[in-house]
């Protein structure tokens, strides 16, 4: 199998394949979402401490590279308070910063804010996506491993993602059926951006640990920035000792897919 087919398989995986993913989700008890969550966190620093970043050191100058993660998640805070402005102008200043932050991501369904329109929504995700979906070129045109590790990675966080867009889609006026064929279609811009990354990079090697940087920080900023915080929600013991265990078996399966797929 090709590397242009490998990309085109992971970015439908983690675009179109996981929105119907989250669609069957829907159906589960809400508190399945902050499972979801827990082991998405545990597959993207799985995918960022073991795949990532090692091939980008591997690959390029360790200076650089570590240069580039720390623009690159600087970038990112930079990049999400524009557009949490966007979404707070007109509206009220002082709303909880974490309540703020859970609007991109699981846990939309648990008091979403109406003010933010379902259009917001698609073209927020539609970025996303579009983002994800470089990611996946870039870590398929590093090796294989690599490629399947990030798409997991990327799969596991979509699936919650989606299932929170879909619920603000609803509860923004959209019917059930309006609202999932535009997340199906939205999840097409992982493609997109999967398409643009091979043609950007498949003939500039020499900038591949960078772009492999950058991956390792847009992951690593949506897992420590976003998703962790709305785990601080259920502080019990019991709770932390399951998002301990969930945050585990992700790292585990991308440590299983690195053993398994490795040359």
């Keep these: 199998m090709t590397t242009f087919t490998q990309i085109v398989i992971a970015a439908l995986s983690g675009g179109v394949l996981a929105t119907i993913a989250a669609a069957g989700t829907l159906a589960l008890h809400p508190s399945w979402i902050s499972r979801l969550v827990s082991f998405a966190v545990g597959a993207l620093l799985g995918a960022v401490f073991l795949e990532l970043l090692p091939q980008a050191l591997e690959s390029g100058n360790a200076e650089r590279v570590m240069m580039t993660v720390l623009a690159g998640l600087l970038a990112f805070f930079l990049l999400e308070k524009l ?53 996946i070129a870039a870590a398929f045109l590093a090796s294989t491993a690599l490629g399947v590790a990030t798409t997991v990675a990327i799969v596991a966080h979509a699936v919650p993602q989606q299932v929170g867009d879909f619920a603000v889609l609803v509860h923004s006026g959209f019917t059930r059926t309006r609202a999932f064929a535009y997340n ?57 000792a399951k998002q301990l265990l969930l945050i585990g078996l992700g790292i585990a399966v991308i440590a299983l897919a690195h053993v398994a797929l490795e040359p």
């Design 184 to 240: 199906v279609a939205v999840g097409g811009a992982t493609l997109a951006g999967a398409l643009a990354g091979y043609v950007a990079l498949a003939d500039m090697q020499h900038a591949l640990s960078t772009a492999l940087a950058i991956a390792a920080s847009s992951l690593l900023y949506v897992a420590v920035a976003d998703l962790i915080p709305s785990l601080h929600r259920r502080p019990e013991p019991i709770e932390t």
């Design 83 to 135: 557009v949490l402005w966007r979404h707070a102008h007109g509206h009220d200043a002082h709303r909880d910063d974490a309540d703020e932050t859970l609007h991109a991501h699981a846990l939309h369904a648990h008091g979403a804010d109406q003010g933010r329109t379902g259009l917001m929504i698609l073209i927020g995700t539609s970025v996303h996506n579009f983002c994800d979906g470089v990611v």
